[in-house]
């Protein structure tokens, strides 16, 4: 079983940052992709960014240039830095990972809201 917890989140006024963290815990060989998604009252659940471990990115249109993923690999956790927040960014924040514990298995983190409000 892999558990992750996550840090950060909260209320920013719009142009503002904050920065989100992901740990992952457990049963873990290797971790092939962590990454962040999020959701917005009415919406689906979107990609926000992921990182891959050979530090490959992949971030959405809407986030490209404000957000950026990094990741320690020896501590297994994956951060999301965010600047120049919008309202729009307004959502729950998923951490999610592909753990390699035997097979491939999908986790999630529990949501943190972030606000962009002024």
């Known amino acids: 079983q892999v558990q992750l917890v996550k840090s950060g989140g909260g209320l920013v006024q719009p142009g503002g940052s904050l920065r989100l963290s992901c740990a992952a815990s457990?049963?873990?060989?290797?971790?092939?992709?962590m990454g962040w998604y999020r959701q917005a009252p009415g919406k689906q659940r979107e990609l926000v960014a992921t990182?891959?471990?050979?530090?490959?990115?992949n971030y959405a249109d809407s986030v490209k240039g404000r957000f950026t993923i990094s990741r320690d690999n020896a501590k297994n956790t994956v951060y999301l830095q965010m600047n120049s927040l919008k309202p729009e960014d307004t959502a729950v924040y998923y951490c999610?990972?592909?753990?390699?514990?035997?097979?491939?298995?999908?986790?999630w983190g529990q949501g943190t809201q972030v606000t962009v409000s002024s």
């Open positions: 999610h990972a592909l753990v390699v514990d035997g097979k491939l298995i999908a986790y």
């Open positions: 457990g049963s873990i060989r290797s971790i092939p992709v």
């Open positions: 990182f891959a471990t050979r530090g490959i990115t």
